[in-house]
């Protein structure tokens, strides 16, 4: 019993820092967030085809 109520507190836990992160950040901020990392990583791939992750493209 205890070490479930342990496991599930320390997953609590763990995932306080991200739901803080995303709670605090409105929507469309996350949204611009996501694409400008998009648009740097597509960026730098077109610049350095050889960092492009090789692959079945997950």
Do not use: F, I, Q
């Not at 599930?8 to 820092?17: C, D, N, T």
């Not at 901020?29 to 400008?36: G, P, Q």
């Amino acid at each position: 019993m205890y070490a479930e109520l342990t496991l599930a507190l320390a997953a609590l836990v763990a995932a306080l820092p991200w739901a803080v992160v995303l709670y605090e950040l409105p929507p469309l901020e996350k949204r611009r967030a996501r694409n400008r990392a998009r648009r740097t990583t597509r960026r730098m791939w077109e610049r350095y085809p050889e960092s492009r992750p090789k692959g079945d493209g997950l």
